[in-house]
């Protein structure tokens, strides 16, 4: 069975500072991993994806995810919070059948 | 762009009813998607389908069922509401069954009382 790790509810960052949003993953075989974000009363809103190839991965809004097979982690990056980065975060795995994380909230102060 | 619309934003039901959430997209996408989400626990999937008139279980299907009469229209059935089935739900579509993004739409906060 697949399953996802978001060890932190919320995470707290001043605006312009660097933020990551961590998650970690369990997958058997090669891993689809996902990032999504939900802003209030709004559906999910695709980031980003990992199939295969480079380690990092660009998205959108200028956030990024590192993906690290040795620590089984996709911890979601951008170089400079922006207050509208404000949402929750949700990490997924797998193909179709996506597994997702419990979702990290991300507050970012001005 | 895709749009997923779900047919209510807010819905109050009693417990007891038979409850029909409704989601329709625009974008011939082979596959659609029921979650609920709750506070902590992520998302869950609840039904999915792959085609037209096929449904398959996903993690959470009890007390659920679904319908697909037609490839852009999924729906979702709650038998007889329970308080336990108070939740946002969430319909998504994806493109093929690789590795296409969902596509969710805004949610149908349901309250079972």
């Known amino acids: 069975a697949q399953s996802v790790a978001q060890p932190e509810d919320q995470v707290n960052v001043a605006e312009g500072n660097p933020l990551t949003v961590k998650c970690t993953y369990s997958v058997s075989g090669n891993p689809y991993l996902f990032w999504y974000v939900q802003y209030p009363n709004r559906g999910l809103q695709f980031l980003l994806k990992?199939?295969?190839?480079?380690?990092l991965v660009k998205g959108s809004y200028g956030f990024e995810a590192e993906f690290n097979k040795s620590q089984t982690s996709f911890h979601l990056k951008k170089p400079s919070a922006l207050v509208s980065d404000s949402a929750l975060y949700f990490c997924?795995?797998?193909?179709?059948?996506?597994?997702f994380g419990g979702g990290t909230r991300l507050m970012v102060k001005p | 762009d895709v749009k997923v619309t779900q047919s209510s934003r807010y819905l109050v039901k009693r417990t007891g009813e038979k409850v029909f959430l409704e989601c329709v997209q625009d974008?011939?996408?082979?596959?659609m998607f029921w979650y609920r989400q709750d506070p902590g626990l992520g998302l869950r999937l609840i039904y999915f389908s792959y085609d037209v008139k096929m449904k398959e279980k996903g993690d959470i299907p009890e007390g659920y069922s679904v319908s697909r009469e037609k490839k852009e229209r999924f729906s979702l059935i709650l038998e007889s509401a329970s308080t336990n089935q108070t939740s946002m739900y969430l319909c998504a579509s994806s493109l093929d069954r690789g590795d296409s993004p969902l596509h969710f739409g805004n949610g149908t906060r349901l309250t079972v009382t």
């Open positions: 990992y199939i295969t190839g480079d380690n």
């Open positions: 974008m011939d996408h082979e596959n």
């Open positions: 997924a795995v797998g193909g179709n059948m996506l597994t």
